[in-house]
C-alpha cells in the first residue's frame, strides 16, 4: 500500500519501512532528552504516529512545525522524564494535541524545548514584485539546501515567513538575495508560539443521505456518486493523510480529505439531521 506525501508523489513501501526504523531510532535516544526528526509530509507524520502508537510509544511523541495547526512537521519525542500525567489528546492533528504539547513544556519549565530545533525566518523583498509561495519555495531551493530543512511557507498577510532548521538558518539568512526577479532579503524572527498566519477557504454546504465517503466525495467534488466512488477505488483520495478505500466509510468532523486533482477539505460539522432526514454537511476547500 503506499501514501500520498503531500507533494504529488507516493511514499514507496521501503520509504515506509526507512521512516518507521528512524523514527524508532530516534525514540530510543530520546530517554534522557528531547530529539526531533526532520521537517516531515503529513503523510509521513501519519506513519510514524500509527507505528508508534502501536508500539505504545506515541504518548512520548508530539508534532510541532511552529505554530498550531502547521502542515510541515517536526516529530518531537519527549524524554521520559518529561513523560506527561493524565490523557494525552489522540489525534495527532488536531490543535487540542498541540495545544496539550505546549502546556506541558510550560508546566516542567522547558517552554522553549521546540524552539532547539527550528526558528522562524522573516522573508522580505523589496517591493518591486508581487512574490509568491512558490517563488519563495523556489528561491530557498536554489540555494541548495533540502526541503525536509524547511517547514511551512506562510504569510501574515503582510509578509511572508519560513520555519527552518536551525542548523541551515544562518546560511539561508546570508546566502538569499533573489527571489523570482526581485532583490531580496531574509532575517530571523520572533512570532511566538500564538503566531497564526492567513489562510484563504472556500465554505461548502451540501446534504446528503448518511456520510458516507462516496456521499461526502460527491458533494465536495461536484461529482457523480459513480464518479465519487471511482475516484476512491482509484486511489485518489485520503482521509487525514492515510489512503481512502471504503466507499461505506463514515466521515465526522475534523476529518481531512484529500482528493487528487480536486483538492483538500477539513470537514466541519457531519452530523446534523435535516427537516428531510438529510445530513448536513459543512465543509472548507482550502485555496
Not at 503506499?2 to 530510543?28: C, H, M, P, Q, Y
Not at 519555495?137 to 541548495?144: E, F, P, R
Not at 428531510?276 to 485555496?287: D, T
Request: proline letters at 2%.
Amino acid at each position: 500500500m503506499k501514501s500520498n506525501t503531500g507533494t504529488g508523489r507516493s511514499i514507496t513501501d521501503d520509504e515506509r519501512r526507512l521512516l518507521v526504523f528512524r523514527a524508532a531510532e530516534l525514540s530510543a535516544r530520546s530517554e534522557n532528552s528531547a530529539v526531533a526528526s526532520s521537517f516531515l509530509t503529513s503523510a509521513e507524520q501519519r506513519i510514524i504516529f500509527e507505528a508508534q502508537r502501536a508500539a505504545g510509544q506515541s504518548d512520548r511523541l508530539f508534532f510541532w512545525g511552529g505554530y498550531v495547526g502547521a502542515e510541515r512537521r517536526k516529530a518531537i519525542f519527549l524524554p521520559g522524564w518529561l513523560s506527561p500525567d493524565g490523557v494525552v489528546p489522540q489525534n495527532a492533528f488536531s490543535e487540542e494535541r498541540e495545544r496539550f504539547f505546549l502546556r506541558l513544556l510550560d508546566e516542567y519549565g522547558n517552554g522553549d524545548i521546540a524552539g532547539e530545533f527550528m526558528c522562524p525566518l522573516e522573508l522580505r523583498g523589496s517591493g518591486y514584485a508581487q512574490l509568491s509561495h512558490r517563488d519563495w519555495l523556489g528561491a530557498l531551493m536554489a540555494l541548495g539546501i533540502k526541503r525536509s530543512v524547511l517547514g511551512d511557507i506562510v504569510t501574515d498577510g503582510n509578509g511572508f515567513y519560513v520555519f527552518a532548521e536551525k542548523s541551515c538558518a544562518d546560511y539561508i539568512v546570508s546566502q538569499l538575495c533573489r527571489a523570482g526577479r526581485d532583490a531580496v532579503s531574509c532575517s530571523f524572527a520572533d512570532l511566538g508560539e500564538d503566531f497564526a498566519p492567513k489562510r484563504s477557504f472556500q465554505e461548502l454546504s451540501f446534504t446528503v443521505a448518511s456520510p458516507r465517503a462516496d456521499g461526502i466525495v460527491r458533494g465536495l467534488c461536484g461529482v457523480s456518486r459513480e464518479k465519487a466512488a471511482q475516484i476512491i477505488a482509484g486511489g485518489l483520495a485520503e482521509i487525514n493523510y492515510l489512503p481512502l478505500s471504503d466507499t461505506d466509510r463514515r466521515l465526522a468532523a475534523g476529518d481531512i480529505l484529500s482528493v487528487r486533482g480536486y483538492g483538500k477539505f477539513i470537514i466541519d460539522r457531519a452530523e446534523d439531521e435535516t427537516k428531510k432526514g438529510r445530513i448536513r454537511v459543512l465543509a472548507r476547500k482550502y485555496i
